[in-house]
């Protein structure tokens, strides 16, 4: 084994976090593996010296060739294809999210594209009820496998290659050029709601991994898995949290951000913003915030999302800093870049975990964040405020109707933590909870279990363990 090399595809933030800042890699490594991890190409030298270990090797994904070749070779087909994998996903599971899905693309779609829609629609539809046509779907992507990444698996012969989904971004083209080339491939579920959103696989995969029994079932009834082809390990990221890692002691974490040791630290994390503007949920906190509504005097930090650093959100992002100008208890935290991998791509671990570490209560949109907050066992609100005007002209979901969706659905039958629909329940849910720090605990403590399988720190090791069993 000491001569076997495998790929590790972290194409973005997300998954360098998965990989890269837990147990994985470094077991693999233990077991006398080489490891080749492909990532942004502009970034290659910026995750080597922050993730860099004897035995791992960094190379470009050559992004701006796939790019060429998706603009290039049968364009609008590759296009529709991609539209049909994710939402002729199977109807077995709870599809609400794949749904507003196909309303955006429609409601966004130009003039061609929309003349297109109502066939492509129906397509999807009959997809859902027919593992055939599914299959068929699936089969039909690999056409589409340039010649992009030869050289890399003749230099280094991988024996097995290991992506951050199933195909649902541009990992697809190495998924399909190594099933091509008849070498063994597995994914992995790296965020909450992956499994019940993206549909089908881009690519031919023989195995995938994912956080807990929920998933393997939306990976089973949505997506056509056989049960005895997915494995359950845990989020090995999360390992950090049971350790106590990566948590600045409070003294520090507040001094840092200018906050009152005196006054309850309420923290919001942005988060749906590419559905709909949080700007009223914010403006909603501030108001109980300087108005000294709540049972006790209070402060709030709002952590801003990566989308609020580029196009039509930046308005927003610009009226929050604005809010935290005007008033000495509002505060705000900035995203943090890897690289070209985007904001938020691991290097403020510190500062996420001590936020929800430090925070009264951690408020969200149901993000993932309220799976991360479980760990740290605060009380979580999911403020679902809706937008008086939404995004105008362009496509925006109301707040109050996403409750439904898969992952926002379990957060709210957990019971393991509040959901406030206007002002006024907001005012309740937190005085409910400055009151009464650890009412849902034990609910909360149930959920973590449910969603996450491993508590204990070991999601890393099972994890690893499974990538291992792979290699022949």
């Known amino acids: 084994m000491t001569s076997q090399r495998i790929f590790i595809v972290a194409d973005h933030g997300l998954a360098a976090f998965y990989f890269l800042q837990s147990d994985i890699v470094s077991n693999l490594l233990d077991a006398g593996l080489e490891v080749v ?34 603009r290039t070779v049968s364009p609008t087909l590759q296009w529709w294809l991609d539209f049909l994998r994710r939402a002729g996903a199977a109807g077995m599971i709870n599809l609400a999210v794949v749904d507003s899905y196909i309303q955006q693309v429609k409601s966004e779609a130009h003039t061609r594209r929309r003349q297109l829609f109502p066939i492509m629609e129906a397509i999807a539809h009959l997809m859902r009820r027919s593992t055939p046509l599914r299959r068929a779907l699936v089969a039909y992507q690999g056409r589409f496998t340039p010649d992009i990444y030869t050289d890399l698996f003749e230099k280094y012969n991988p024996a097995l290659v290991i992506a951050g989904s199933p195909g649902f971004r541009q990992d697809r083209f190495i998924l399909r050029q190594a099933a091509a080339r008849g070498v063994p491939t597995v994914a992995a579920i790296i965020s909450w709601d992956s499994s019940s959103s993206y549909g089908l696989p881009g690519a031919k995969v023989d195995r995938i991994t994912c956080w807990s029994e929920v998933q393997k079932q939306e990976l089973i009834g949505g997506a056509d898995w056989p049960p005895e082809r997915v494995n359950i390990g845990g ?3 999360y ?40 700007i009223q949920n914010v403006e909603a906190l501030a108001d109980l915030v300087i108005s000294d509504r709540l049972v006790a005097p209070a402060q709030l930090l709002v952590r801003l999302h990566p989308i609020h650093m580029s ?12 809010l935290a100008q ?71 979901v109301p707040m109050s109707q996403i409750g439904v969706w898969p992952t926002h659905s379990r957060f709210r039958t957990s019971g393991s933590g509040r959901v406030a629909l206007d002002e006024s329940a907001l005012q309740d849910a937190i005085n409910h909870y400055l009151v009464n720090p650890r009412a849902d605990l034990e609910a909360q403590r149930r959920f973590l279990e449910r969603e996450c399988t491993y508590t204990d720190g070991s999601a890393g090791k099972h994890t690893a363990d499974f990538f291992l069993s792979l290699i022949h």
């Open 235 to 237: 989020m090995p990221p």
């Open 311 to 322: 196009g039509h959100y930046v308005a927003e992002a610009d009226r929050i800093r604005q």
């Open 239 to 278: 390992d950090n949290y049971v350790r106590g890692e990566w948590v600045l002691p409070r003294q520090d974490y507040f001094r840092q951000h200018g906050l009152d040791p005196n006054r309850k630290l309420l923290t919001y994390a942005s988060s749906f913003v590419s559905w709909s503007p949080n």
């Open 37 to 70: 991890v492909l990532t942004e190409d502009n970034t290659r030298d910026a995750i080597a010296a922050r993730f860099g270990h004897p035995g791992m090797t960094v190379e470009g994904l050559r992004l701006d060739q796939i790019a060429k070749y998706t």
């Open 326 to 396: 005007q008033h000495p208890h509002i505060h705000v935290v900035e995203p943090v870049p890897l690289g070209s991998l985007g904001h938020y791509s691991g290097e403020d671990v510190t500062e996420r975990t001590s936020m929800m570490a430090h925070s009264d209560i951690f408020l969200t949109v149901y993000s993932t964040m309220c799976v991360e907050a479980a760990f740290q066992e605060r009380a979580t609100v999911s403020v679902c405020i809706d937008s008086q005007d939404g995004y105008p002209g362009k496509y925006w």
